[in-house]
C-alpha cells in the first residue's frame, strides 16, 4: 500500500489537534504531539474503542470509554485496563501533506490470500 495521504500540514498545524481516517476499513489517526507527527490505530486494544476524542495530554491519549492511557508516539500501554501496545505508523511529510506509511497492513493481507492450487 505505501505511503497514503492522510491530511494536509496546515489541518494538523497546533499541537494536539489530530485527524481520524478510514482507510481499507482501518480507523487511523495522525497527531501532532508538540510540533512532531505520529498515527497510531484509532482502536483501543482492551475493548475496541475508538480512542480519539479521547483526552490529548502531550503525547499521552487516554481511551474515553474506560480509561486505558497509551503513548501516541510509541503506542506503548501506559495505565489499564489495556494491556496490549496499539499498532503505529512511521508518519512522513511530503510537500504539504502528512502521509503514512501502510505497507506492513499491505503485506499482510497478501500473504492471507495465499492459494495453494495455483498451478
Ligand atoms: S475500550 Fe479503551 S479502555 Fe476499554
Redesign the pocket.
Known amino acids: 500500500m505505501g505511503w497514503i495521504t492522510v491530511a494536509k500540514v496546515e489541518e494538523l498545524k497546533e499541537p494536539g489537534s489530530y485527524k481520524a481516517v478510514e482507510i481499507d476499513e482501518e480507523r487511523i489517526a495522525v497527531f501532532n504531539v508538540e510540533g512532531r507527527y505520529y498515527a497510531i490505530q484509532d482502536v ?1 486494544t ?4 475508538i ?1 480519539t476524542g479521547g483526552e490529548v495530554h502531550g503525547k499521552v491519549i487516554t ?1 474515553p ?4 492511557q497509551f503513548d501516541l508516539t510509541t503506542g506503548a500501554v501506559l495505565r489499564m ?2 494491556v496490549e501496545p496499539i499498532q503505529t505508523y512511521p508518519v512522513r511529510i511530503q510537500g504539504d501533506e502528512v502521509q503514512v506509511l501502510l505497507e506492513a497492513e499491505a503485506e499482510a493481507g497478501a500473504g492471507a490470500e495465499g492459494d495453494e492450487d495455483e498451478l
Open positions: 483501543c482492551h475493548d475496541g474503542g480512542l481511551c470509554r474506560h480509561g486505558a485496563p489495556a
